[in-house]
Nanobody
Framework: QVQLVESGGGLVQAGGSLRLSCAAS????????MGWYRQPPRKQRELVAI???????NYLESVKGRFTISRDNAKNTVYLQMNSLKPEDTAVYFC?????????????????WGQGTQVTVSS
């Protein structure tokens, strides 16, 4: 089992910045991935950014150049620095953690989720 504790989020004006943090604890596999998803009002959840234990990173196209994901492996913590925020970034942001049972990202896995944190960007 993995427990996730999120922090950050809140209300910010368009053009502003916020930083989200998520600390993982429990049984952490050596091959894993930490990331952020978001769910805007009345829309489906979407992947915002993800970073693997090997350092591979992927971003949602609409946040490239504005958001930066990073991780501190010693603290099992992932960060999402969000700059130049837009009203369309308004959503509940969820931290995710994926434990892989093997040494490859093609291995079977288990997913864990944070409780979600609200990010609201006013125009």
């Amino acid at each position: 089992q993995v427990q996730l504790v999120e922090s950050g989020g809140g209300l910010v004006q368009a053009g502003g910045s916020l930083r989200l943090s998520c600390a993982a604890s429990g049984i952490i596999a050596s091959t894993n991935a930490m990331g952020w998803y978001r769910q805007p009002p009345r829309k489906q959840r979407e992947l915002v950014a993800i970073i693997t234990s090997g350092g591979d990173i992927n971003y949602l196209e609409s946040v490239k150049g504005r958001f930066t994901i990073s991780r501190d492996n010693a603290k099992n913590t992932v960060y999402l620095q969000m700059n130049s925020l837009k009203p369309e970034d308004t959503a509940v942001y969820f931290c995710s953690f994926r434990n892989y049972y093997g040494s490859s990202v093609r291995s079977s896995y288990s997913d864990y989720w944070g409780q979600g944190t609200q990010v609201t960007v006013s125009s």
